[in-house]
Nanobody
Framework: VQLQASGGGLVQAGGSLGLSCAAS????????MGWFRQAPGKEREFVAS???????FYAQSVKGRFTISRDIAKNTVYLQMNSLKPDDTAVYYC?????????????????WGQGTQVTVSS
């Protein structure tokens, strides 16, 4: 699986931004798709995940503000980010896992896209 993320940028606190991640291959719906982020000097952390049955899982820090969704026809997973905070500033990565459950464990994801920078100004 090859992943291509896009959509990062600069936004003011309280604003919104959407990320996209296009996946190659015809078995897209069999993979758990996840978003992670890594801020400067910090470890990469889980943000959200989505499985093919529509189930989703969010980190507590983004719950209610971020929404993960997927378009099977386009082999694309999205991350809509609302009410952004300066603490959301990070490089965001999409990833894919061949598990049968949504997972927040970084080690479960063998496939990674390149990162896209999200900067939230105060």
């Amino acid at each position: 699986v090859q992943l291509q993320a896009s959509g990062g940028g600069l936004v003011q606190a309280g604003g919104s931004l959407g990320l996209s991640c296009a996946a190659s291959g015809r078995t897209f719906n069999r993979y758990v798709m996840g978003w992670f982020r890594q801020a400067p000097g910090k470890e990469r952390e889980f943000v959200a995940s989505s499985w093919g049955d529509g189930s989703t899982f969010y980190a507590q820090s983004v719950k209610g503000r971020f929404t993960i969704s997927r378009d099977i026809a386009k082999n694309t997973v999205y991350l809509q980010m609302n009410s952004l905070k300066p603490d959301d500033t990070a490089v965001y990565y999409c990833a894919a896992a061949a598990t049968s459950y949504t997972t927040s464990s970084l080690g479960d994801y063998p496939y990674w896209g390149q990162g896209t920078q999200v900067t939230v100004s105060s």
